[in-house]
C-alpha cells in the first residue's frame, strides 16, 4: 500500500512531534527510575487500564478493584490504551504514582488511521462495536457501512444503535426505516433507544452485560449522553447540538473505561466523524460486505472491478438479489472514496 505524500511542512511537523515525544518519554522514565530507586512501590500485580491521559495512565487492580492510580510507563514498553491489561506496582503512598512495567496480550483492538497514515489503537480487549447513530445529525448508509467495515476488519462483532429515538416523526420516520432494514438480514441486530423516555434502556444494558464495549459515532449522536443514562454517576461531559448545522462538539477528551451495575464494561471513546479507511486494501474493503464473501474470487477476470466486466460473480449476485443495490452503491462509493484519498 502506498502512503500518502507529505509535505515538507508536514515532515517537519512528524519531526518536531517525534522529539517531543522523547522528550517525554525521558521525563517519564526520571520519574519511573525515581519511584523504583525510593521503592515506594508495592507489589507487581495484573491491572486494568481505566483511561490515557497521555503521559500518564490510570490503572485499576484487578484483585482490589477499588485501588485505582495514575502511573508512569517504565521505558520501551509498549503503550497501553483504554482495555488493556498491564503489569503494574502501585505507590504506597495515597499521593503518589504507581509503575507499569508491561502491557499484556490483546485479545483486540480497535484502531484508525492518524493524520500520517499510521494505525492509531484507540481501545483493546473489546468484545462489541456499538455504532451509534441519531435521526440528527442525519444518518448515511455510506457512513454506517464505513463503520461496519472498520468493525468487520477488526473482527470485532458490531451493532447499530439508533439514539434519541423521541426525536423520530412524520417527517423521518420512513427514512429511518428504509434506512436501517437491511441490517438485521446481514447479521447486524438493530437497537433503538431514548435517553430522554428510557424507552430502549433495558435492552441495551441487558446487550452490553457480557464482556467490554465501546461507542463509536459521529459527534452529536449522543453517546455521552447515553453513558450518563447506562450510569448515571459517571459524569460524562454532554455537548448541545448546534442549532444551525445540526452538528455535535466534541467533548469527551479520553477514551475511558466504566464498569455497568448490571454487568460488563463500555469505553466511552473521543467522537469521531469519520472513520478512516483509505489504509485497506481493495480485497480487505470487499471482505468489509458480509454479503460479498461467497462471490470473492469467482469472477471471470482476476482484476475485475465488479462493475461491467463480463463473469463478475459480484454482479451477478447483485442481479440475483443476494446483494443490495443500496449496499452495491456503498461499496463502489467507498472504494472511489480509498482510490481518491490514497493519491492525497
Same mark, same amino acid.
Given at each position: 500500500m502506498s502512503k500518502r505524500k507529505l509535505s515538507r511542512r508536514q515532515q517537519w511537523r512528524i519531526a518536531k512531534a517525534q522529539q517531543e515525544r522523547e522528550a517525554r518519554?525521558?521525563?517519564?522514565?526520571? *520519574? #519511573?527510575?525515581? /519511584?523504583?530507586?525510593? +521503592?515506594?512501590?508495592?507489589?507487581?500485580? $495484573?491491572?486494568?487500564?481505566? /483511561?490515557?491521559?497521555?503521559?500518564?495512565? !490510570?490503572?485499576? *487492580?484487578? *484483585?482490589?478493584?477499588?485501588?485505582?492510580?495514575?502511573?508512569h510507563l517504565r521505558a520501551n514498553i509498549d503503550t497501553p490504551v483504554t482495555g488493556d491489561h498491564v503489569a503494574w506496582r502501585p505507590a504506597n503512598s495515597g499521593s503518589g504514582c504507581g509503575v507499569v512495567g508491561a502491557r499484556l496480550p490483546r485479545i483486540s483492538e480497535l484502531q484508525r488511521p492518524d493524520r500520517y497514515g499510521d494505525l492509531k489503537t484507540i481501545a483493546a480487549n473489546i468484545n462489541r462495536i456499538v455504532i451509534v447513530i441519531a435521526p440528527y445529525p442525519e444518518p448515511y448508509a455510506n457512513a454506517i457501512d464505513r463503520y461496519l467495515v472498520a468493525a468487520e476488519t477488526t473482527g470485532i462483532a458490531p451493532i447499530?444503535?439508533?439514539?434519541?429515538? +423521541? !426525536?423520530i416523526d412524520d417527517s423521518n420516520h420512513e427514512t429511518l426505516e428504509a434506512l436501517l432494514a437491511p441490517?438485521? +438480514?446481514?447479521?447486524?441486530? #438493530?437497537?433503538?433507544? *431514548?435517553?430522554?423516555?428510557?424507552? &430502549?434502556?433495558?435492552?441495551?444494558?441487558?446487550? !452490553? /452485560?457480557?464482556g467490554s464495549s465501546v461507542f463509536v459515532g459521529q459527534s452529536g449522536v449522543g453517546k455521552s449522553s447515553l453513558v450518563n443514562a447506562l450510569l448515571p454517576g459517571a459524569g460524562a461531559h454532554t455537548g448541545i447540538l448546534?442549532? /444551525? $448545522?445540526?452538528?455535535?462538539t466534541h467533548t469527551t477528551t479520553a477514551a475511558e473505561l466504566f464498569h455497568l451495575p448490571s454487568g460488563g464494561d463500555l469505553i466511552d471513546s473521543p467522537g469521531i466523524r469519520e472513520f478512516g479507511l483509505w489504509h485497506l486494501e481493495e480485497a480487505a474493503l470487499l471482505e468489509g460486505f458480509v454479503e460479498f464473501r461467497p462471490f470473492i474470487g469467482h469472477c471471470r477476470f482476476r482484476d475485475c472491478r465488479h462493475q461491467a466486466e463480463p463473469g463478475c460473480a459480484i454482479r451477478a449476485a447483485? #442481479?440475483? &438479489? +443476494?446483494?443490495?443495490e443500496r449496499r452495491m452503491n456503498s461499496f463502489l462509493h467507498l472504494r472511489n472514496s480509498l482510490a481518491s484519498e490514497n493519491k492525497c
Open positions: 518519554a525521558r521525563k517519564r522514565g526520571q *520519574s #519511573v527510575e525515581q /519511584a523504583l530507586e525510593h +521503592d515506594g512501590l508495592g507489589r507487581e500485580q $495484573t491491572g486494568l487500564v481505566i /483511561a490515557n491521559y497521555g503521559t500518564q495512565i !490510570l490503572v485499576e *487492580s484487578e *484483585s482490589i478493584p477499588s485501588l485505582r492510580q495514575r502511573c447499530l444503535l439508533l439514539n434519541k429515538i +423521541d !426525536l441490517y438485521p +438480514d446481514l447479521g447486524y441486530p #438493530v437497537l433503538k433507544l *431514548s435517553t430522554k423516555t428510557g424507552q &430502549g434502556l433495558p435492552r441495551l444494558l441487558k446487550t !452490553l /452485560a457480557q448546534s442549532e /444551525a $448545522t445540526r452538528k455535535g447483485l #442481479v440475483n &438479489g +443476494d446483494i443490495s
